[in-house]
C-alpha cells in the first residue's frame, strides 16, 4: 500500500505544467546550461574547437593573450562568416603585473588616395556594400603582435600552430556557421576568388562536411614565421593592393606599410558599485555607458526582468544614446569626440528628463554634450595568473568585401562602408580615417579588482545587448549563463528603402519569451513591436570569483558559443 505523502507528490509531479516558467537546478527556465566552473584557466569562444585551442594554449604554458590570438586565429578559419586576418581586432586586458586594464585599438585606416569628393563626382551617395571601393586596412595582424609584444609568453609559431594545422587537415563545419555561409553563396559568389577559397566544389561547406583551407595556411606560416612585417610590408601586402585596385579599388601599398594600432585607455562609468569599462570611440562602446548612466536612476529590480516599464525605459535610453553615437562618435584624430563629457552623470541626469514613462518618443534630438547587419566573434580567456581579456573581431558585414586576395586564404574587410559621405559630418570619409566601429569588447571592475569580461557580437546590437547582461546581472540576480540566455530586444531606427532615416520611433524587436501582456502594454505607449528569430548578438563571458579563487564561464545558446576551464 502507498503512503498517502507519496502519492500526493506523484500526482503533482504529474499535473505540474510544462512551460509555465518554472526555474530549474540549472537556472531560470531560460536557461540553457549550467555556468563552468574551474580554477586554473577559462575560454570562451563562439565556436567549440576554437575553445579547446585556447584551453590547450593555457595548459601548455600559455597565457591568456596566447590563448585569445590562438583562439582568434582559429576562429578566423572556422568561423569565417563573421571575422579572419582581413578585418580589424579590439581588445580589452586586464594585466594581473600592473593590475590594470590596457585598451586596444587595432582598426585599419581609409585609403589615402580615396576622397569623399570622388565618390561623389562618381555618382555615388554612399560607400558601397561590397567589392574594393569599402577596403579599408586590416588591423588584426597588427593588433596579434601588440598584444604578443606586450604580453605575451609562448612565441607566435606556437600559438598560431593549432589555427595552421587545422586550415590544411580542415575541420567539420557546424550547423550554425554553414546556415550563414550559404547565404555568401549569392552575395559574394560573383567574385572568382572569393569562390575559389570558400565555395569549394561550387558551393558553401553543408553541415558535417570538412572545410580545408590551404592557402590560409600558408599565409599563418609566413606570419608566424616572419611576423607582422611579412603582411603589412612584405610581398603578401603586393598581393592585397594588387587584387584591390584591380577591382577598382584605392587600397595602396603605404596605406599597409604605415599602418599601426594604438593603445588607448579604457573608459568607464559606474553602476551600481561596479565600475564598467569600454573603449572610446572610433568605436560605439560608450553608448552603453550612455545608458547604463540613464538606467541608473530607475529602481528597475522592483520593474522586474521582462516587465512594459523596464523595457520601455531600456528602449528609450537606447534611442537617446544612439541619437549621440549618430553625431559624435569617429575617428578621434579627425574630430574632437566629447567622451568625458558625454559619459558623465550630469550629462545623463539631462538626458533623461526627455523620457516619458508613458509614451515611446517618435525621436530625440542629439544632444550637446559640451553645455548594421553585420556579424563578428567576440571571446574572452582568462589564465591562472589572473589575466583576462575581452577581445572582439570582425570583417564588418559578415564574410566581408569579397575580396580574396590570391593565394592567400583570407577575406578583406568592408568596414569602410561606415564612413559617412555627408560633408561636415564627423565621421565623413577623409583620406587615413579610421572609420566608425561597431566591435566593442567590454570589462568591469568592482573595488579595483576584475570582476567580468564580456561581449556580445552583432553590429547596433552590441551596446543594447551590453546594458541588458549587466542590468540582468546586477538588478535582476541572475547568474551568468542566465543573463546571456535570457531573451532580449533589440531596437532599430526605420529607414526608406534608399537607406534615408525616418523618425516614427522606430521597431522595438523582441526575441520569444516575453510576455503578451507586456507586448500589449508597449504597443500601447506607441513603441512599434516586432519580432525575429535572429539578430540579438552573440555572448561569451567569464567573471572571477575572489572569494573562491575561480573563474566561471558563459557562452551564447544562439550560437555554436562554448565555455570551458581546467
Not at 530586444?489 to 510576455?515: I, N, Y
Amino acid at each position: 500500500m502507498r503512503r498517502p505523502w507519496i502519492l500526493a507528490g506523484l500526482m503533482l509531479f504529474l499535473v505540474t505544467p510544462i512551460g509555465h516558467g518554472y526555474d530549474r537546478i540549472s537556472g531560470k527556465s531560460f536557461a540553457s546550461r549550467s555556468e563552468v566552473i574551474a580554477t586554473h584557466g577559462m575560454a570562451a569562444t563562439s565556436q567549440p574547437l576554437a575553445t579547446q585551442i585556447a584551453i590547450d594554449i593555457l595548459k601548455s604554458g600559455g597565457n591568456a593573450i596566447d590563448a585569445a590570438i590562438a583562439a582568434n586565429a582559429a576562429l578566423g578559419l572556422m568561423e569565417p562568416t563573421g571575422n579572419g586576418i582581413g578585418g580589424d581586432l579590439f581588445a580589452i586586458i586586464w594585466d594581473a603585473k600592473t593590475k590594470k586594464l590596457y585598451g586596444l585599438n587595432a582598426s585599419g585606416r581609409s585609403p589615402r588616395s580615396l576622397t569623399r569628393e570622388w565618390f561623389i563626382e562618381n555618382g555615388y551617395e554612399s560607400i558601397p556594400r561590397r567589392g574594393a571601393l569599402p577596403v579599408s586596412v586590416p588591423g588584426t595582424v597588427d593588433g596579434w603582435f601588440e598584444m604578443h609584444q606586450r604580453f605575451g609568453s609562448l612565441p607566435m609559431k606556437k600559438i598560431l600552430k593549432p589555427a595552421i594545422d587545422y586550415a590544411r587537415e580542415g575541420f567539420p563545419v557546424t550547423q550554425y556557421i554553414a546556415s550563414l555561409w550559404k547565404k555568401y553563396e549569392t552575395i559574394l559568389g560573383e567574385y572568382p576568388a572569393f569562390r575559389e577559397t570558400y565555395l569549394p566544389n561550387g558551393r558553401s561547406p553543408a553541415k558535417g562536411e570538412i572545410f580545408r583551407n590551404p592557402r590560409l595556411a600558408t599565409t599563418l606560416e609566413k606570419i608566424a614565421e616572419g611576423g607582422r612585417d611579412v603582411f603589412y610590408t612584405g610581398e603578401m601586402a603586393h598581393v592585397i593592393v594588387d587584387h584591390v585596385q584591380a577591382n577598382g579599388g584605392f587600397l595602396g601599398y603605404e596605406d599597409l606599410a604605415s599602418h599601426y594600432s594604438e593603445w588607448v585607455e579604457p573608459v568607464s562609468t559606474s553602476y551600481r558599485g561596479y565600475e564598467v569599462w569600454e573603449l572610446p570611440p572610433n568605436g560605439q562602446g560608450i553608448a552603453a555607458l550612455q545608458m547604463l548612466n540613464i538606467l541608473e536612476a530607475y529602481d528597475l529590480a522592483s520593474m522586474g526582468f521582462g516587465s512594459a516599464d523596464y523595457l520601455h525605459v531600456l528602449t528609450e535610453a537606447k534611442k537617446i544614446a544612439f541619437e549621440d553615437r549618430a553625431k559624435f562618435y569617429a575617428d578621434p584624430d579627425f574630430v574632437d569626440v566629447p567622451v568625458k563629457e558625454m559619459i558623465s552623470k550630469e550629462y545623463a541626469e539631462r538626458r533623461r528628463k526627455l523620457i516619458s514613462m508613458d509614451k515611446a518618443a517618435m525621436e530625440y534630438p542629439p544632444g550637446d554634450p559640451k553645455l548594421e547587419n553585420g556579424d563578428t566573434i567576440y571571446l574572452a580567456t582568462a589564465d591562472k595568473h589572473g589575466n583576462m581579456v575581452s577581445l572582439i573581431q570582425s570583417n564588418y558585414r559578415g564574410m566581408g568585401s569579397g575580396m580574396v586576395p590570391p593565394g592567400l586564404g583570407f577575406n578583406l574587410q568592408n568596414r569602410g562602408e561606415l564612413l559617412s559621405l555627408e560633408k561636415g559630418h564627423a565621421n565623413s570619409f577623409e583620406p587615413g580615417k579610421r572609420p566608425f566601429q561597431t566591435i566593442i569588447p567590454a570589462f568591469v571592475t568592482k573595488d579595483g579588482k576584475p570582476w567580468l569580461s564580456f561581449g556580445i557580437m552583432g553590429g547596433g546590437m552590441q551596446p543594447q545587448a551590453h546594458v541588458q547582461i549587466l542590468v540582468n546581472l546586477i538588478d535582476f540576480g541572475m547568474n551568468l549563463q542566465e543573463a546571456g540566455d535570457a531573451p532580449r530586444l533589440r531596437h532599430e531606427k526605420s529607414s526608406q528603402p534608399t537607406g534615408e532615416q525616418m523618425h516614427d520611433g522606430g521597431v522595438l524587436m523582441l526575441e520569444s519569451g516575453f510576455d503578451e501582456q507586456v507586448v500589449s502594454d508597449l504597443i500601447k505607449r506607441g513603441h512599434k513591436v516586432s519580432s525575429s528569430v535572429d539578430g540579438y548578438g552573440g555572448y561569451q563571458a567569464i567573471r572571477r570569483d575572489e572569494e573562491n579563487g575561480t573563474y566561471i564561464g558563459a557562452s551564447e545558446s544562439r550560437k555554436d558559443g562554448h565555455a570551458a576551464g581546467y
